[in-house]
């Protein structure tokens, strides 16, 4: 499509808007910024050269809609003309030049804190916000594979500060034309000493808080507290104030934490203050809807026409962390019918999200906070229902599950949702499976799988460093190799009801799903390494008594009522590998010990805590002389395999397995015994210091 084609739909859509006249799906306009070439015109195969193509739209949503009543403070929002509450979102679309020569899929990559993450997982491409290049687009997978990928902004959160984030413009709440305030809440956690924080800093973005109502907000409270367990300690108003450290001084700002003395590491510093100028959040999630809702229906019949118009059958959507939770949150409040009643997704792929959905709909939260073992306790990213299962919460009297508006709607999805190690220890990804006493597994769905990628860590291989942590972090490649197959799986499956893989995930009923007692005495007595004392279980917290139904807190902080959900974690073996789950090669055939968790270390504070998304590798003693000296209970590589051949042979079988299972495409599980040839065996006992080619 030509640029004056583009511009053609602008303007018409433009005219549509002006006459009232406003067309299903509720994008109204259209505007493109960029229009080029992917990678230089690289041709994937048969699929031939990929375009990329970034702009604008203008969302309208009727707020008297049905499909729009699970919008917490639509009804406030400002309305044009036509009675509509509007929004403009980022988007950015990868097609073929020939959209005929695609695979007639559209796959939504759900962007995490405003970045793009599916090219860098299932391309095994560098992370980029604006893919452009040949590195950015790494092997063309999903290229080759005929995919057109679409980003849109959902996040209210995000802000471009220069890297190319995917925004969406959220209006603000008013009531009678004036500002809307409230309590709000802010978490702060820091690994370094300093003075001031910005009140929702990440290293993948810092989020638009919520700005205090002004800066004396003398009614604000500061407290402190190593963990979230002990009792807090008050900061008198006069040690701090909402503002910034910068050139040796603190400058106000309204969304700033300042501390007199500098923050201590490790130590969970609580601001309750008032807030200002609530998004409507959960217009975010109709922003979704009905940006791919458009991509995929809108024909060329109607004004704008979509660029994939008649060339899509099947959408799928696919997140990571944050982004798999919004998926979750997203089908659990019936947004995937759009507003003619349509399913907007066929199969939805949500990895490391654990049992959690998020803040997504709620005034005055944000979408980037999330729990942990030692941070974010109070902020409810996992609320009841936990499961696509039916659960049952005798506490609260409660019983639901997160697929039940789906069904109503005749829009259940084919679910994926793939977890790590961590996000047993951090997530409490066995509230998914489990009921919410930790007794008993549920039966899943027909359209739901889990898996556990078995010894992974949150975001896939890190470096062999320890960070804040302890022990070196995780190594295990698995985010790519496992996350190709399991797409492909998901598609078979969406498309002509192939089934996917079986389940596989730890389970009470035959003993790899265990309380934290069980695993301590599984996990081998490796010298220097410390165990867990605890791991994450959501706390029961009461909001007030509008928060389910309208998403508003009036308890801030929340109360803490009775005992937490109980979580269990998977059971090991007798070198603290995961038995349950996805063995990959690396951990059906070890050379080490692969953990989910990894505890903070000493001087970054909360030592005895976990660390928020790590895993840790021990590697195995080289040999029985090194494994004697080191007290290590664990055999040595040269013990488990006295020959280069014999490590080889195994892990090829390990991989074919997996390869005849489904779980490995044959091109990974090929280059997984690529990377195993240039290992280096253990040193030959009778030759020390050799080390001939693994």
């Known amino acids: 499509m030509t640029r004056l084609a583009w511009l053609y739909i602008v303007l018409a859509a433009t005219t549509i808007a002006a006459t009232g006249r406003v067309v299903r799906g509720e994008v109204v306009r259209v505007e493109i910024h960029e229009q080029t070439l992917l990678a230089d015109g690289q041709v994937f195969s048969d699929r031939g050269p990929y375009e990329k193509l970034r702009g604008r739209m203008l969302i309208e949503v ?70 452009s290049t040949a590195a950015d687009v790494g092997d063309g997978f999903l290229m080759r594979r005929g995919y057109s990928v679409l980003w849109c902004g959902w996040d209210g959160d995000v802000v471009e500060d220069g890297n190319q984030r995917t925004v969406i413009d959220l209006p603000v709440v008013r009531q009678g034309g004036e500002t809307v305030t409230g309590p709000a809440h802010v978490e702060i956690c820091v690994d370094e000493p300093t003075f001031s924080q910005a009140f929702f800093y990440s290293p993948w973005g810092t989020s638009a808080a919520y700005p205090s109502v002004s800066l004396d907000n003398r009614d604000a409270t500061l407290t402190m507290r190593p963990r979230r367990s002990a009792p807090a300690v008050q900061i008198p108003r006069t040690r701090w104030s909402f503002a910034r450290w910068e050139n040796g001084r603190a400058v106000p700002d309204a969304a700033h934490l300042y501390v007199e003395e500098g923050f201590r590491p490790g130590w969970l510093y609580d601001l309750v203050y008032t807030a200002r100028d609530p998004r409507v959040s959960g217009l975010g999630m109709a922003a979704v809807r009905d940006c791919v809702s458009f991509f995929r229906h809108a024909g060329d019949d109607r004004t704008p026409a979509s660029p994939l118009a008649g060339c899509v059958d099947l959408a799928l959507i696919f997140g990571i962390s944050q982004s798999g939770r919004l998926i979750h949150q997203f089908v659990y409040d019936g947004f995937n019918a759009d507003e003619s009643g349509r399913i907007v997704f066929d199969g939805a792929l949500a990895h490391v999200a654990g049992a ?39 506490v609260s009297g409660q019983q639901a599950d997160t697929l039940e508006r789906a069904r109503q709607q005749g829009c259940v999805p084919k679910m994926m949702f793939t977890q790590t190690s ?7 990804a066995s509230l998914l499976t489990t009921d919410v006493a930790g007794l008993r597994d549920l039966e899943l769905p027909d359209e739901v799988r889990v898996y556990l990628v078995a010894g992974a860590q949150h975001l896939g291989a890190g470096p062999p460093t320890p960070g804040i942590c302890q022990q070196p972090r995780n190594t295990l490649d698995d985010r790519g190799p496992l996350l190709r197959a399991m797409l492909v799986a998901l598609d078979r499956w969406a498309s002509v009801d192939q089934p996917p893989p079986p389940s596989r995930y730890p389970r009470i009923d035959d003993g790899t799903l265990v309380d934290l007692e069980t695993f301590r005495e599984q996990f081998p007595k490796i010298p220097g390494v410390n165990l867990p004392t605890g791991f994450y279980q959501p706390l029961r917290l009461d909001f007030g008594p509008r928060f389910q139904s309208q998403g508003i807190a009036d308890t801030i902080p929340p109360t803490i009522v009775g005992q937490p959900y109980r979580t269990l974690v998977p059971a090991v073996d007798s070198d603290g590998n995961e038995i349950a789950g996805i063995r990959l090669p690396d951990i059906a055939v070890p050379l080490g010990t692969h953990t989910g968790w990894n505890l903070r270390a000493a001087k970054f504070g909360a030592e005895e805590m976990l660390s928020g998304l790590d895993g840790m590798y021990l590697p195995f003693p080289a040999t029985s002389d090194e494994r004697s000296r080191q007290s290590d209970p664990r055999s040595a590589v040269r013990e488990r395999y006295p020959t280069r051949d014999v490590y080889l042979a195994r892990i090829t079988e390990a991989a074919m397995e997996l390869q005849s299972e ?33």
């Not at 961590?422 to 409490?428: I, S, V």
Request: a positive charge.
């Open 356 to 394: 959690g959905k998020g803040m997504f709909n709620h005034r005055f939260r944000m979408a980037t906070i999330f729990a942990s073992h030692h941070t974010g306790n109070l902020a409810a990213s996992e609320l009841f229902p936990f499961s696509p299962a039916p659960q049952i919460d005798l």
């Open 662 to 694: 489904g779980f490995l495409l044959p091109e990974d599980a090929l280059a997984i015994l690529h990377k195993a040839a240039q290992r280096n065996h253990p040193p030959n006992q009778s030759r020390p210091g050799t080390f001939p080619k693994f």
């Open 422 to 428: 961590t996000e047993y220890w951090n997530r409490a």
């Open 62 to 131: 009727d707020p008297d809609a049905p499909a729009n009543a699970a919008i917490r403070d639509l009804q406030l929002a400002p309305r044009n003309a036509r009675g509509r509450v509007e929004c403009w979102t980022d988007f950015f679309l990868l097609k073929p030049t020939d959209p005929l020569r695609g695979n007639r899929r559209l796959l939504f990559d759900v962007t995490n804190r405003g970045n793009k993450l599916a090219l860098w997982t299932f391309n095994l491409a560098a992370r980029s916000n604006d893919p």
